[in-house]
């Protein structure tokens, strides 16, 4: 027999009478414990993904938004994608609830996946799963989903992979809503969605003109263009003193055409341009020569991420960065900006800051993501109709006017309406009551021809041809004014001739531009 008196191990007489006991008891609470916390974790993963893939928290995160959203809430529900109202806790359909793109996926999860960076996530399958011909719905929703070419907003934040990793090549190349910039896509581009060699034409005509009224340290002028060069006064139109917004002006006409500082013929006029305002950008991200004012904060953004989203320039990514920044520290409680930072907003300088915004975000440039839900309740407060088709200039300040619904519209489309809104088709047609003629503005033109584009279809075709034409004719043809648009009413005269030449370019250039949001 062994000795155990030496040893460390207890004797067997000397154990407790009831370890045997504890121990099958601390054994049988054990796997319970386990069999319950896998039963948990089933329940949890059914929860989220057997019903229709809805997240149960609804707040809008990119994970599944669910239906049932009150007008208003900032967040988007499977109803958005498909077009239709919400329903709210009454049971009554609520046509103008907004959407913000989180771009969610409705029914299976097998359709729900995430979409390229120039995709977004818009889908739902019919509560039959088929439509009325052969096609299953499945199939073509998810046709529809993967046509919104706009990266979704749940991107918003997100840093490009390899952007901060020194030393890392980056392609060059223009991603999504800019894709159609380069010479050979602007070609066919242009050919197809509705240009004319005509209208190509002048917009290479009004780009020479803007050159040649660059200064020579960079910057555009609206009160003082006519100084530049060999110009001496010789065209008239001086506008308000505003370099920031004169320097976007000058420069978008030529990047929304495809021209870069790294590329094309004009690329030391674009240098020269982006120099001068990363020069003239504060820390704060604003510009000396802006003092925050909202209209030039934005324009001169936008062409600051713009070029970066083109070229990804490491110069520039520091300085569109800081100003889109300050863009979204400015932005009001309400959703809005206006003239100076935590202004009440109004749609017309709000409509700059979001296009900045977006551009931004196809450069991959971090957003809070709370800036964008933000603007769709600043939109529902503008909204003068249940379905969301017209907009004032302010909430409570007026009714609709061509203009601000034009502008408003196209916030919706870049917060992620998609074409089945009744909204959206409710605001087109009330623009189509306003066509493009003569004295009107260029800026009610500008937005509208964007809308128009966006939206596609018979509307689109009839009022390109309208616009194309009118522009065509309203360009300067004689003397030093050749290549550009006179101020023809409203706010053209305060902004002057740069202005004017500009969004009529940027206009002329909607073809490739911006892609389609719908294709």
């Known amino acids: 027999m062994i000795d155990h008196s030496g040893s460390d191990l207890p004797l067997r007489e000397n154990c407790d009478p009831r370890f045997p006991t504890r121990v099958a008891l601390g054994t049988l609470v054990g796997v319970m414990t386990c069999l319950l916390f896998a039963c948990m974790l089933i329940l949890m993963y059914w929860l989220r993904t057997g019903s229709n893939g809805n997240s149960l928290t609804g707040d809008g995160n990119?994970?599944?938004?669910?239906?049932?959203?009150?007008?208003?809430?900032?967040t988007a529900s499977v109803n958005d994608a498909n077009g239709v109202a919400d329903v709210n806790r009454d049971g009554d359909p609520d046509a103008s609830d907004s959407a913000t793109g989180d771009h969610q996926s409705s029914e299976t999860e097998e359709l729900t996946q995430k979409e390229d960076a120039g995709h977004g996530d818009q889908t739902a399958q019919s509560d039959n799963g088929e439509e009325s011909g052969t096609e299953p719905a499945a199939a073509k929703k998810k046709s529809e989903r993967e046509s919104y070419v706009i990266a979704p907003l749940e991107d918003l934040g997100k840093v490009d992979p390899g952007q901060e990793e020194p030393g890392k090549p980056v392609a060059a190349r223009p991603p999504g809503m800019f894709s159609g910039r380069n010479a050979e896509a602007r070609k066919k581009l242009a050919a197809s969605e509705g240009g004319t060699e005509g209208s190509e034409a002048a917009v290479e005509l009004g780009l020479s003109w803007m050159a040649k009224h660059q200064d020579k340290d960079g910057h555009w002028s609206l009160h003082e263009f006519n100084h530049t060069g060999d110009c001496d006064r010789q065209c008239a139109d001086a506008g308000a003193n505003s370099d920031v917004a004169a320097t976007g002006f000058g420069l978008l006409p030529f990047l929304g055409a495809g021209y870069t500082h790294k590329t094309g013929k004009y690329k030391s006029t674009v240098k020269k341009g982006l120099d001068w305002l990363i020069e003239d950008q504060q820390k704060d991200g604003t510009f000396t020569h802006c003092h925050g004012e909202g209209y030039a904060q934005g324009i001169g953004s936008m062409?600051?991420?713009?070029?970066?989203?083109?070229?990804?320039?490491?110069?520039?990514?520091?300085?569109?960065q800081r100003a889109v920044e300050f863009i979204a520290r400015a932005q009001h409680k309400g959703g809005g900006w206006r003239y100076s930072p935590?202004?009440?907003?109004?749609?017309?300088?709000?409509?700059?800051?979001?296009?900045?915004?977006?551009?931004a975000q196809q450069g991959g440039l971090q957003i809070p993501k709370q800036v964008f839900p933000k603007l769709n309740q600043y939109l529902d407060s503008v909204q003068t109709d249940p379905k969301g088709g017209g907009y004032s200039y302010m909430p409570l300040s007026s009714a609709r006017t061509p203009t601000m619904t034009a502008e408003?519209?196209?916030?919706?489309?870049?917060?992620?309406w998609n074409t089945k809104r009744p909204g959206l088709e409710a605001g087109v047609q009330y623009l189509m009551t306003h066509p493009p003629k003569e004295n009107s503005e260029f800026y009610y033109w500008y937005y509208a021809t964007q809308v128009l584009h966006h939206h596609g279809g018979k509307p689109w075709q009839e009022w390109n041809v309208a616009m194309r034409e009118l522009l065509i004719t309203l360009q300067e043809k004689d003397g030093h004014e050749t290549g550009s648009w006179d101020p023809v009413g409203g706010h053209d005269v305060s902004g002057g001739r740069i202005y004017t030449t500009s969004l009529a370019l940027l206009t002329l250039e909607v073809y490739y531009r911006h892609k389609r949001a719908y294709e």
């Open 303 to 320: 062409a600051l991420c713009e070029a970066y989203a083109m070229t990804k320039d490491p110069s520039l990514k520091t300085p569109a």
């Open 342 to 359: 935590g202004d009440p907003g109004d749609t017309s300088v709000t409509g700059w800051q979001v296009i900045a915004l977006r551009s």
């Open 62 to 74: 990119g994970n599944g938004t669910g239906t049932g959203h009150l007008a208003g809430d900032g």
């Open 408 to 416: 408003g519209l196209l916030c919706r489309i870049y917060s992620s």
